[in-house]
């Protein structure tokens, strides 16, 4: 019950590099787990929009018209049945594969660019009529095309009519394997660039939450459980191994803290003659006197409170859920056991008990003040008693 730390205390320097190794490791591990996922996810998803382009291709060259590369140029050859049966390629496909937008494009005597057939609504605003020329921004990627090449983009690319997928593939002569046009195949790729942007913007957000809790879960169970020689050291009394004054001050505080002090018993516990045991014996037997001290309010104790050494001859035991029936037979059962172990020194050795349940109306201060006063009256009595023992 008493073993709870209060974390309002000063940050320890070990506090300071056990945060900054756990940030460091959460850090690099959410960066790999992130990146092996952005980079396997994204290469996937370009991979599948390159399979849907060239199942498109594979359907173009086997479809179009190669006459339509040659013959149409002008505005008024839309009303001729080769641009009319193109166009109806060009819808067919669209219907079936959702693509966003297609056309044609070859270049002319002069080394210019010019659109051919164009699958958009005639009614576009970005409609282009037979003869219309190339924009000078693609007109590079159309170049390598007519080259033979096949232009498949690594990426998704944002441009001023939105994020588009878009890459130009050439369509060759029947007769031959020469280039005689290009075929532009894009698509809308506005969902996939906006889940990769978000992903790319809220990891390093996901990073430093999980940085934030991981190290005060680090420093929490570092304390606790990570480094017990640490944690015995800073609240054990080394002597008599039991919880030290630092410890007892956490505890206390903790209970004040939980308004969990009602019905607390506390008992001062103070031993008699120490100085006379150290001055005539040595210091040996004065530790002795306390170790054995220590195990009868132990023993006596066992699991029903927490026994503290707050000084150099003091004790304190905290027993929760106590009343005066308790009380009183824990006070017999200390003497009981010292009594029957302490060692045989020719000396008025002993313990003297003060102990005092809490109310709600008292705090620990002074709760304590009225079980050290009870043991400093049972102390003085002890002493009178071995005055007038000495005169008789």
Not at 353 to 364: A, E, M, V
């Amino acid at each position: 019950m008493f073993k709870r730390k209060s974390m309002n205390r000063p940050i320890r320097r070990m506090d300071v590099q056990v945060s900054i190794f756990t940030a460091a490791v959460v850090t690099i591990s959410c960066l790999c787990v992130f990146a092996v996922h952005y980079f396997s996810t994204y290469h996937d998803m370009i991979r599948s929009l390159n399979d849907r382009v060239l199942a498109i291709y594979d359907y173009l060259e086997d479809s179009l018209n190669r006459e339509a590369f040659s013959q149409l140029r002008s505005l008024e050859d839309m009303d001729t049945p080769l641009y009319q049966d193109s166009r109806q390629i060009f819808a067919n496909v669209k219907q079936a594969t959702d693509v966003r937008y297609l056309y044609t494009a070859t270049q002319i005597e002069n080394g210019d660019f010019i659109y051919l057939i164009d699958g958009l609504p005639l009614d576009a605003e970005d409609f282009r009529h037979p003869g219309d020329l190339i924009e000078e921004e693609i007109i590079p990627e159309l170049q390598r095309a007519m080259n033979g090449e096949t232009i498949m983009p690594s990426n998704i690319k944002e441009t001023e009519w939105g994020k588009i997928f878009i890459a130009y593939l050439p369509i060759h002569s029947e007769q031959s394997n020469d280039v005689v046009g290009v075929v532009g195949i894009e698509f809308d790729a506005a969902k996939h660039y906006n889940t990769y942007k978000n992903l790319r913007l809220f990891t390093p957000i996901i990073i430093l939450g999980t940085c934030l809790l991981s190290i005060v879960f680090a420093v929490i169970f570092f304390r606790r459980i990570s480094n017990p020689f640490y944690r015995d050291m800073a609240n054990t009394d080394h002597l008599t191994q039991l919880k030290n004054r630092n410890a007892y001050h956490v505890d206390t505080q903790n209970l004040a803290a939980l308004h969990a002090i009602s019905n607390l018993g506390i008992l001062a516990i103070d031993l008699n003659n120490l100085k006379t045991v150290n001055d005539e014996l040595g210091h040996d037997h004065g530790d002795t006197y306390l170790q054995i001290s220590a195990q009868a309010l132990l023993q006596a104790v066992e699991r029903n409170g927490t026994v503290y050494r707050i000084g150099g001859d003091e004790f304190a035991v905290l027993v929760p859920h106590a009343d005066e029936k308790m009380m009183k037979k824990l006070e017999t059962a200390i003497h009981t056991i010292f009594n029957e172990n302490k060692p045989d020194w020719s000396m008025n050795i002993g313990l003297a008990i003060g102990w005092y349940i809490c109310t709600s109306k008292d705090t620990l201060q002074s709760a304590f003040h009225q079980a050290d006063t009870i043991m400093y009256k049972h102390k003085r009595a002890e002493h009178q008693r071995s005055k007038d023992n000495e005169i008789q």
